[in-house]
């Protein structure tokens, strides 16, 4: 465990993953971000690109820096999946309403099919 994660919360599933308790594939991974695949894709690439340090949401004011990083990682996570040329959508739920479902800041990378031009 490094510095970053070391305010991992036990009852979070994303934590667990980082931390390598199941062994997942990583698809990137750097000093501030994990990136693996989803367990219920909803396209064809389906990656989730999770910060090292558990922060809920936007909501729970995480370091521009950090968000920096996660930022950045979304372009190299669609070039190694091969959706950099074709396009990717990128989602990120903040709170019940929205959708989130785990509550460990993380961003959708979507790509691998042609999505509709509208958002909803
Ligand atoms: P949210 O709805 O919070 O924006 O997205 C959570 C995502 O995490 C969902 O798309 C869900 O399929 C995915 N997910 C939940 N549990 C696991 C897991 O144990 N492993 C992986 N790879 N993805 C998970
Ligand atoms: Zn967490």
Known sequence: MTGKELNAQDDCIFC??????????????DDYVVAF??????APVHTLIVP???VINL???PDPELLKHLFSAVSKVAQIKGVNESGYRIIQNNGRGA????????VHVLGGKRFSEGMA
Not at 16 to 29: H, L, R, S
Not at 99 to 106: I, K, N, P, W
């Open 59 to 61: 909501e729970d004011n």
């Open 52 to 54: 090292r340090q558990h």
């Open 37 to 42: 695949d989803d367990i219920s894709p909803q």
């Open 99 to 106: 959708g989130q479902t785990v509550f460990h800041l993380h």
């Open 16 to 29: 667990k993953i980082i931390a390598g308790d199941f062994n997942t594939d990583f698809v990137y991974q």
